[in-house]
């Protein structure tokens, strides 16, 4: 029992190893011994869990896409009414996000290098993009034909919201030092955040009644 806990700990201590490594380098350009040296052990003892990098990144990866994408399906999926369901979505961004700020750039890491990779990975999570637009595209149709919204393209609006609510992420250093923020102040910018996309995107769409 203690050495089946003893071999749990170190393979996870291997794959945030790995993960960390992934993320700065890209897969392409990590090699095995980048991560045993992360992971402070020997070469040996990381090929006795892992025989290969390949099979770190299918876990990790998988692991990572997977708690982006089904919530997200969710989302997409739900009977809420579009502009519920703009507000969900940015919520669900940032939040996810917020609790591991790396992912933007280990997603475009893995975008310049391989990008079937993820869309592969998503649509082994579920999330098939053009179904996913799909589902939006009639929601803005309807609302369109009703007057609320004005016409506009549903993959737009979804890069929209994505940006918006992203964007500041992969930019962290950037925007830190723009406004003077640490870490901390980074965080509660975020969290008003969601709110000041999810009004902005429904100004930008919402037809006012006269």
Do not use: C, W
């Amino acid at each position: 029992m203690a050495n089946k806990k003893s071999d749990e700990t170190t393979e996870m201590a291997i794959l945030t190893a790995a993960r960390k490594v992934f993320t700065h380098r890209g897969f392409a350009a990590t090699r095995m011994e980048d991560i045993a040296t992360e992971a402070g052990i020997n070469r040996a003892l990381l090929h006795y869990y892992f025989r290969s990098k390949e099979k770190m990144f299918d876990i990790i990866f998988e692991q990572r896409i997977s708690e982006f994408f089904t919530g997200l399906i969710s989302i997409l999926s739900s009977d809420l009414a579009l502009p519920d369901k703009i507000r969900a979505i940015v919520e669900h961004d940032i939040e996810t996000i917020s609790q591991q700020q790396d992912l933007p750039m280990f997603i475009l890491q893995e975008l310049s290098q391989n990008p079937q990779r993820l869309i592969d990975y998503a649509e082994k999570a579920g999330a098939h993009p053009a179904q996913m637009l799909k589902i939006i595209a009639a929601q803005v149709k309807n609302e369109v034909a009703a007057g609320r919204i004005r016409p506009i393209d549903p993959g737009q609006l979804l890069i929209n919201i994505m940006s918006l609510s992203l964007y500041p992420f992969i930019a962290k250093p950037m925007v830190k030092a723009v406004q003077s923020l640490d870490d901390a102040g980074f965080d509660r910018m975020m969290k008003r955040r969601k709110k000041e996309v999810a009004d902005f995107v429904l100004s930008a769409i919402t037809i006012s009644p006269r």
